[in-house]
């Protein structure tokens, strides 16, 4: 989590982009409060998730003729904090791609959780992504044992965990369900 800055010293969207713009290809950055932060590089246990997680979203996608799209994270836009653009790990779309490097839309919000996720940073993710005005769910998935929490808007983003490779993870929002072993397919935990 990014230390607190005073407003007139944190880096803007626009600012943060030309930074990013400069920087090499495959650094990971996100703006936190005004503040470039560089994220640790994954481990391939992660990346397996993200990647599980995404191609299964997209077979269902695609098996439903479904107008969302699932794919790794981009900067995305949360309007209750303007100088920040945290990039979540996978996401839905609703509207057609742009582009961009940012979006402002997000039905669903994952985040594969990393040593760098501490409870501080968690809960301020929660509280972000709630204020992307079309995401339904926020979904926190752990890397260390077979359990995602899925938060969502209907209930006031309280917390359901889901526990066990049998199973699932229900998202109503774009009538999808996938289950954990899906999530957690090729890596120790399945």
Known sequence: MARSLAIDDQ??????????DARPEGERWELIEGVAIMSPSPTDWHKMMVANVTQHLMNIADATNATWVAMPGIGTRVPVSPNSLPQPDVFVKARPLTGLPTTDDALVLFEVLSKSNTKADQAWRRRVYASVANCK??????????????????????GVATTGLSAALELPVISASLTLAQIYRRTPIQ
């Open 137 to 158: 769910h926020y979904v926190a998935i752990e890397t260390r044992r077979a359990e995602v929490v899925r938060y969502d808007r209907a209930d006031g983003w309280k």
């Open 11 to 20: 880096m803007t969207i626009e600012e943060f982009l030309a930074f990013t």
